[in-house]
T-cell receptor, first 114, second 111 residues
C-alpha cells in the first residue's frame, strides 16, 4: 500500500457539468475525510466517514455535493451542476483512529470549472 | 466557529536564518498537528502534539503546544531552501472528529 490515492489528479469541466472524484485510502484505515482547499488558504472540512457511515457533513457541502463510501473502502465525491466557485483542490485523508493517530493525505484532485 | 490564525502569513528569508511561525486560537484542542504542503500536493504531517506545554523536536524544527492547548509554535533553526513550502497548523477540537486547519504560512527560503 503506497498511501492515499486520488483520481483524477486534475479535472477541467464546463460549468453545469457533473464531476466525480475517487479516493482510495490506506487499506487498514477506517476513517476517511474530504477537504476542499482554495489557493493560498488552509483546507476546509467537507465530510467524513467511519467505515461506510457518513458521520458529519459541513454546511459548506451544499445539496449539489454528495459523498459515498459504499463498502467502507474507497470513497467518491460527486459535484452536480458545477459552478465556477467550485474550482479548488479536493483533498482526501485517511486515518486508523482519528487525528491523534497518524493521518495521511492524498495528493488531491485539482478541479477547474470554466 | 473555531478558527486557527497563523502568523506571519508570508515569510521570505535567507538560508541560515531562524524563524518562528505562530498558530493561535480562542478554542481548546485535544491535539494539534503541523503539516507542510508543496504546490500541487497534499499536506504532509510533520508532528502531532497532544499534551499542554509539550515540546517536540524534529531535526531543525521545534514544535510547542501551549499550556492552555489553544496555541502552538513552530521554530526552524538555520533554514534551508528545502524548507520552502506552506506550513499549516491544524487542531482537533474535543468531541468532534474534524480537523480544523489554520490559515497557513507560506515560507520561502532563498539560497
Amino acid at each position: 500500500d503506497t498511501g492515499v490515492s486520488q483520481d483524477p489528479r486534475h479535472k477541467i469541466t464546463k460549468r453545469g457539468q457533473n464531476v466525480t472524484f475517487r479516493c482510495d485510502p490506506i487499506s487498514e484505515h477506517n476513517r476517511l475525510y474530504w477537504y476542499r482547499q482554495t489557493l493560498g488558504q488552509g483546507p476546509e472540512f467537507l465530510t467524513y466517514f467511519q467505515n461506510e457511515a457518513q458521520l458529519e457533513k459541513s454546511r459548506l457541502l451544499s445539496d449539489r455535493f454528495s459523498a459515498e463510501r459504499p463498502k467502507g473502502s474507497f470513497s467518491t465525491l460527486e459535484i452536480q451542476r458545477t459552478e465556477q466557485g467550485d474550482s479548488a483542490m479536493y483533498l482526501c485523508a485517511s486515518s486508523s483512529n482519528g487525528w491523534s493517530t497518524e493521518a495521511f493525505f492524498g495528493q488531491g484532485t485539482r478541479l477547474t470549472v470554466v | 466557529t473555531q478558527l486557527l490564525e497563523q502568523s506571519p502569513q508570508f515569510l521570505s528569508i535567507q538560508e541560515g536564518e531562524n524563524l518562528t511561525v505562530y498558530c493561535n486560537s480562542s478554542s481548546v484542542f485535544s491535539s494539534l498537528q503541523w503539516y507542510r504542503q508543496e504546490p500541487g500536493e497534499g499536506p504532509v504531517l510533520l508532528v502531532t502534539v497532544v499534551t499542554g506545554g509539550e515540546v517536540k523536536k524534529l531535526k531543525r524544527l521545534t514544535f510547542q503546544f501551549g499550556d492552555a492547548r489553544k496555541d502552538s509554535s513552530l521554530h526552524i533553526t538555520a533554514a534551508q531552501p528545502g524548507d520552502t513550502g506552506l506550513y499549516l497548523c491544524a487542531g482537533e477540537p474535543y468531541n468532534t472528529d474534524k480537523l480544523i486547519f489554520g490559515t497557513g504560512t507560506r515560507l520561502q527560503v532563498f539560497p
